[in-house]
């Protein structure tokens, strides 16, 4: 199973992207910059300079049930900030 859950691609992530050559992925909890460093490397071919990671939590969500309303967060999951060597580079849309 792996490690990397889906990339993130948004326009503050685009923006940093094209400044400073890092990468976003949300990754799973219990992934190690260690273990995030090889998978992105053996993924996409690219040489991994710096990894940096925050946790954050999921969403609030609530629903109406029979017994009453039910309340509570979604998982929580892990984002890693990869820098990489100057000179490579990801295209996430080179698959579409």
Do not use: H
């Amino acid at each position: 199973m792996g490690i990397i859950i889906k990339p993130l691609v948004t326009e503050k992530m685009t923006a940093i992207t094209e400044k400073l050559n890092r990468f976003g992925f949300i990754v799973r909890p219990e992934a190690n910059k260690l273990e995030i460093k090889s998978e992105i490397e053996a993924l996409y071919n690219v040489t991994v300079v710096d990894v940096n990671t925050v946790r954050y939590s999921g969403k609030n969500k609530s629903r109406y049930t029979k017994t009453g309303l039910i309340s509570g967060r979604t998982n929580a999951y892990k984002k890693a900030i990869v820098t990489l060597k100057e000179g490579d580079t990801i295209d996430f849309y080179s698959n579409i």
